[in-house]
C-alpha cells in the first residue's frame, strides 16, 4: 500500500494529527506481511498515530490485553498463532476497562466472511486491497466512536455519582448510606466480627445558620465532612444521614477500641475553628455509639435508632462528647 502525491494532499494539519494522538494514544496493528506491515506503520505516523507493531495473533491479543493497550486495532484476518477474528472473540468475552475499537483487514470479501467478522466482535471490515483514503476515513470513524464510546461512560459516571452522593459534602448520600451499612452488617454476622456505628450531630448547628447565613453553613458542613474523611480508614463507611447530622460505620475496631476512635473523630472535628467566608468559626460535635459484638442478631434500623438514642444522652449530658449506648434506656428528646 503505497502513497501517491493525491493521497498525501488529505493528510490532516498538524492541530488535527495532534488531536487524534491525544485521543487515542496508539494504535495496533497486527499484519503478518511485512510490506503491508510497513506500509501501515507509515502511513498511519503520517496522519499523527503512534502505531505498535505485532506480526501474529497470539502477540496480539497478549498487547491488546496490557495495561496500557492501544484503543484502536488494526487486525488482519490470516496470521500465524491465532486469525484475527478468533482474537476479535477472545477480546470480546474478557474485555478490559476501556473499549476497543477494531477493523479487520483482510482479502475474503464474501457476505459470510463479513458476517463471520462482524460476528466475532470487531466493529469495522476492510478488503485488501484498499485504498489509503478509505484506511483513514474508517481509522477516523474509530476515534469518533471511541470518544463518544468514552463520553458516554463519564456521563453514566456522572449519573451514578449524584445518585450516590450528597451534592454539598460529597460523601454517600442517606440512601446509599443505608444500604452500605446494611452490607456491613451482614459482613459482620457472616464473619462473626463486632461493628460499631456512630451517630454524629453538629451542636447549635442552627445558631450557624442564623448568625452567619446558610451559605457560611454549608462551608461548615463540608470541613467537617473533610475532617471526617481525614480521620477514618478508608474502607469505614462515612455518609451524612441528613442535615447537620453524619454516620460512621467501622468494623472490627480491634487496635483503637470504639470509645476511642469516637473520641478521636470529636476531636477531629473540633479541635481546630473552621475558616469561612464569615471568618473562623469554633464547632463541636456530639455523638451517639453502638457496637454489635459478634453472633449479635443486629439490625440497621437497631442499630441507627440505639446510635440516636446515645446521641441524645450526649447532648443532654453537655454536647460536644461521645456516649455509648445503654440498652433499655429510654431517653427524652433534648432540643
Not at 171 to 181: H, I, P, S
Not at 258 to 284: D, K, N, W, Y
Not at 286 to 303: I, Y
Amino acid at each position: 500500500m503505497g502513497l501517491s502525491a493525491s493521497e498525501e494532499s488529505l493528510l490532516p494539519d498538524a492541530d488535527e494529527a495532534n488531536q487524534v494522538a491525544d485521543a487515542l494514544g496508539r494504535v495496533l496493528v497486527a499484519e503478518d506481511d511485512p510490506v503491508y506491515r510497513a506500509a501501515l506503520k507509515h502511513f498511519l505516523r503520517q496522519n499523527g498515530y503512534e502505531v505498535q507493531l505485532v506480526s501474529d495473533g497470539l502477540q496480539a491479543l497478549q498487547e491488546a490485553q496490557s495495561p496500557q493497550a492501544p484503543r484502536l486495532l488494526l487486525l488482519d484476518w490470516m496470521m500465524p498463532g491465532l486469525q484475527g477474528p478468533e482474537v476479535c472473540r477472545l477480546l470480546r468475552e474478557h474485555p478490559g476497562e476501556r473499549y476497543q475499537y477494531i477493523l479487520l483487514l483482510t482479502a475474503k470479501d464474501t457476505t459470510a466472511d463479513i458476517v463471520a467478522g462482524l460476528g466475532a466482535g470487531a466493529d469495522d471490515y476492510l478488503t485488501k486491497p484498499f485504498e489509503a483514503p478509505e484506511l483513514l476515513a474508517r481509522v477516523r470513524v474509530g476515534t469518533r466512536m471511541i470518544k463518544l464510546h468514552d463520553s458516554l461512560v463519564a456521563a453514566q459516571e456522572a449519573l451514578r455519582f449524584q445518585a450516590t452522593h450528597d451534592p454539598l459534602t460529597g460523601l454517600w448520600n442517606r440512601g446509599a448510606l443505608l444500604e452500605l451499612v446494611h452490607t456491613e452488617v451482614e459482613r459482620a454476622q457472616r464473619k462473626s466480627s463486632s461493628l460499631s456505628l456512630f451517630m454524629i450531630d453538629l451542636d447549635h448547628f442552627k445558631r450557624v445558620n442564623d448568625k452567619y447565613g446558610h451559605l457560611v453553613g454549608d462551608e461548615v458542613l463540608r470541613q467537617i465532612a473533610h475532617r471526617f474523611s481525614l480521620s477514618i480508614r478508608a474502607y469505614d463507611v462515612l455518609g451524612r444521614y441528613g442535615g447537620e447530622e453524619f454516620i460512621v460505620a467501622s468494623s472490627e475496631l480491634n487496635s483503637e477500641p470504639p470509645p476511642q476512635f469516637g473520641e478521636r473523630l470529636r476531636l477531629a472535628a473540633c479541635s481546630s475553628p473552621i475558616r469561612t467566608s464569615g471568618g473562623e468559626i469554633a464547632v463541636t460535635v456530639s455523638m451517639g455509639m453502638v457496637t454489635a459484638e459478634p453472633h449479635s442478631a443486629s439490625s440497621v434500623e437497631g442499630l441507627i435508632r440505639s446510635a440516636d438514642e446515645a446521641l441524645y444522652v450526649a447532648k443532654r449530658n453537655g454536647r460536644n462528647r461521645v456516649e455509648a449506648a445503654v440498652p433499655g434506656l429510654e431517653i427524652e428528646a433534648v432540643s
